[in-house]
């Protein structure tokens, strides 16, 4: 089961990576594509394909956010990716403050990837490691 979760997973992250930086490039360029029917809900599918098997992953390895640090540093930080993604779609008024967002968002995305990989909230500390 759990080769299965986790398949899921890694493929619902890296449709919602590409999709992120796809609606941004919409953004940047002040594309209408934005806004299709298809960009209004193809990413909340995709993302609840992701919570649905991250819960799914967590309660099969018996690992739970708030219980185990690293991934309540995950949580928080996916909540920030939100926020962040959010701003960089919708509420930037030029492409300098959408640059500005885009970088954070982007920054937060890399860390929810080394926490998870690390399986530590001081995933700076580890990346080290994993760059050498």
């Known amino acids: 089961m759990y080769p299965v979760l986790k398949a899921i997973h890694l493929t619902a992250i890296a449709t919602t990576i590409t999709l992120f ?75 300098q403050q959408r640059a500005l967002w885009f970088t954070a968002s982007l920054a937060c995305f890399a860390y929810i990837l080394l926490v998870a990989r690390c399986h530590d909230p001081r995933a700076w500390l580890c990346a080290q490691s994993l760059l050498a």
């Open 21 to 95: 930086m796809l609606r941004a490039v919409w953004a940047f360029q002040g594309s209408a594509r934005l806004r299709m029917p298809i960009m209004r809900w193809l990413p909340h599918a995709n993302d609840t394909v992701l919570l649905v098997s991250a819960l799914a992953t967590a309660a099969v390895l018996g690992q739970y956010p708030f219980v185990n640090d690293w991934l309540t540093a995950k949580v928080l930080a996916l909540l920030a990716y939100i926020v962040l993604g959010h701003i960089t779609l919708w509420r930037c008024r030029n492409n």
